[in-house]
Nanobody, 122 residues
Framework: QVQLVESGGGLVQTGDSLLLSCSAS????????MAWYRQPPGKERELVAA??????YYVDSVKGRFSISRDYAKNTLSLQMNDLKPEDTAVYYC?????????????????WGQGTQVTVSS
């Protein structure tokens, strides 16, 4: 099993920056891809950014503002969020997939963190 724990959320103003972190523990040797999802209030969860075998994915609405990075030695995943907007308000979830599974932009993997709230005020 893999455990994921997010941190770094909070309340910020439009234009501010936040750094989200996700720490993986347990059977981390199983992990291949990692991703960030978000679920705005009253809306469905969406894939925000992902990294898989060196390839990266960003949803169009965050391109140029968000940057995903992974530290394989520390088993951590980060999401640097710049120029935040009210529409970025959501619970952000860390997600991980195992070796041999399709990348996150093709498949929703089974390991999830508990989520961290990001609120951007206008």
């Amino acid at each position: 099993q893999v455990q994921l724990v997010e941190s770094g959320g909070g309340l910020v103003q439009t234009g501010d920056s936040l750094l989200l972190s996700c720490s993986a523990s347990g059977d981390t040797f199983r992990i291949n891809s990692m991703a960030w999802y978000r679920q705005p209030p009253g809306k469905e969860r969406e894939l925000v950014a992902a990294v898989d075998s060196g390839s990266k994915y960003y949803v169009d609405s965050v391109k140029g503002r968000f940057s995903i990075s992974r530290d394989y030695a520390k088993n951590t995943l980060s999401l640097q969020m710049n120029d935040l907007k009210p529409e970025d308000t959501a619970v952000y979830y860390c997600n991980a997939g195992e070796l041999g599974e399709p990348p996150p932009w093709q498949y929703e993997h089974n390991y999830w963190g508990q989520g961290t709230q990001v609120t951007v005020s206008s």
